[in-house]
């Protein structure tokens, strides 16, 4: 199997990476899941992320993204919080038990939540 992705030219060679992203996004609305992505440089994680992507999108699911940043790596989750920032404004649709995780309510530059340190102490939420 060959995939294009963008310009990049077609995806050779990994049609069993390619075919285990599919049947785990095909599962993920039952049972979730999660899948680590690890390899040498060059080796092709961005392209089969891509491809991951586009896959996702096919099947009508939202795709976020999150990029570690050498700056933040004192700051507990803020990657995660990246991640989520976008649904900040979803929050009211979700089920109250959900909506009081204090995480989700944090809100960067409001001051609203707040985001605990790798020692545990609470600091306003950027
Ligand atoms: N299976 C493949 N078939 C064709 N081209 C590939 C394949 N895997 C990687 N490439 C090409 O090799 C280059 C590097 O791929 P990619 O950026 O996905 O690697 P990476 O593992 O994400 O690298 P890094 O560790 O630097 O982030 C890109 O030009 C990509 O198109
Ligand atoms: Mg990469």
Do not use: W
């Amino acid at each position: 199997m060959s995939i294009a992705a963008g310009n990049a030219g077609p995806l050779l060679g990994r049609d069993a990476e390619i075919g285990l992203l599919a049947s785990l996004l095909d599962g993920i609305a039952d049972s979730g899941g999660a899948l680590v992505l690890s390899g040498e440089p060059g080796i092709g994680k961005s392209r089969l992320l891509a491809v991951a992507a586009e896959f996702a999108r096919e099947r009508g699911l939202m795709v976020l993204s999150t990029t570690g940043v050498q700056s933040e790596a004192h700051l507990a989750f803020a990657g995660l919080h990246q991640l989520l920032r976008p649904l900040r404004f979803h929050v009211a649709d979700l089920p109250a038990a959900r909506r009081a995780r204090r995480g989700l309510r944090a809100e960067p530059g409001t001051g609203a939540g707040a985001i605990p340190d790798r020692d545990g102490r609470s600091r306003p939420a950027r």
